[in-house]
């Protein structure tokens, strides 16, 4: 499969590590794009989420194919989010073509552009309130797994897809609202830091608008996520655009799961005959010397 040129991509908010992430989905996207820069912007890794006892084949084929494009020469810069906050310690780590950062500010075709997850304006995800942010965290999980079986059903029938969570936030007023005070939060800021472009992750939500207040105006950007809305930001020709994952696109051309053999093959050497084997060797280095 030829891949698609990009200049810069933008995804967040993979969650691997849990129910609701889209392994395959993300794979077959990241097998169909050759970006110059790849950047992922926070929640990629759910640590809050994290069980050794759940992190299917899939999930490590996300991770895998992003290692494949930096050896393909793609640069790729990771901003942590609240859910991989674990990763921040080793902020402003390069390693070749690899880069962990907690924000970044670059200059593209002449405009400022200010991209981080967007987590630093959300006061549920600090203090007291972040254990409660937490506990929700596994009941949306839950609420992803019980969607996805209702799904399958779905499909059984031939009938279309639905998001229990999708239908549960817009239906909140609460929700909408913070969807609203957090753009404008981050295109006010960025207006009075002078940007040109402002990009987030965080809410889910992915959006392209312009936002403009008394003090100027700013492009604001949100990559989305690939819980519910399989989402990307794409930069070409001077412009961005929202990626919106469609399945039909990828029937012919799907990536199947690799199957992994948990069990270890056996030792062809048992650690008595080494011992035995090194026993016979040292006799006979000492017969040599004597003779």
Not at 183 to 194: D, N, S
Request: charged fraction near 25%; proline fraction near 3%.
């Amino acid at each position: 499969m030829e891949r698609r040129k990009v200049e810069v991509v933008v995804i967040s908010d993979l969650h691997l590590g849990t129910y609701g992430c889209n392994a395959p989905e993300i794979v077959n996207y990241l097998k169909s794009i050759a970006p110059e820069l790849l950047i992922l912007n926070g929640d990629i890794i759910d640590g809050w989420q994290f069980s050794k006892r759940y992190f299917p084949v899939s999930h490590m084929q996300v991770i895998k194919e992003i290692i494949n494009l930096i050896s393909r020469g793609t640069r790729v810069i990771y901003i942590t989010g609240n859910h991989d906050e674990a990763m921040r310690r080793y902020s402003d780590l390069q390693i070749g073509n690899f880069q962990l950062t907690d924000k970044l500010v670059m200059e593209i075709d002449g405009k400022m552009t200010w991209i981080f997850h967007g987590d630093v304006f959300d006061a549920t995800t600090k203090g007291s309130a972040k254990m409660l942010a937490k506990l929700g965290g596994h009941g949306y999980d839950l609420l992803i797994l019980i969607n996805s079986c209702i799904n399958w059903g779905l499909k059984l029938f031939g009938k279309e897809k639905m998001s229990l969570s999708k239908k549960v936030k817009n239906g909140v007023k609460k929700a909408v609202a913070f969807i609203g005070d957090f753009e404008q939060t981050a295109a006010e800021l960025a207006i009075e830091k002078k940007y040109d472009t402002v990009i987030c992750g965080h809410i889910h939500q992915p959006q392209k608008k312009t936002i403009t207040t008394d003090k100027g105006s700013v492009t604001y950007l949100n990559s989305g996520d690939w819980i519910e809305h399989l989402s990307a930001l794409e930069y070409n020709h001077k412009s961005w655009s929202i990626y919106m994952y469609d399945p039909h696109h990828y029937e012919s051309r799907a990536t199947p799961v690799v199957a992994l053999e948990k069990k270890l093959p056996k030792l062809n050497v048992v650690p008595d005959e080494v011992l035995l084997f090194n026993t016979l060797r040292s006799v006979e280095n000492i017969m040599k010397v004597s003779v």
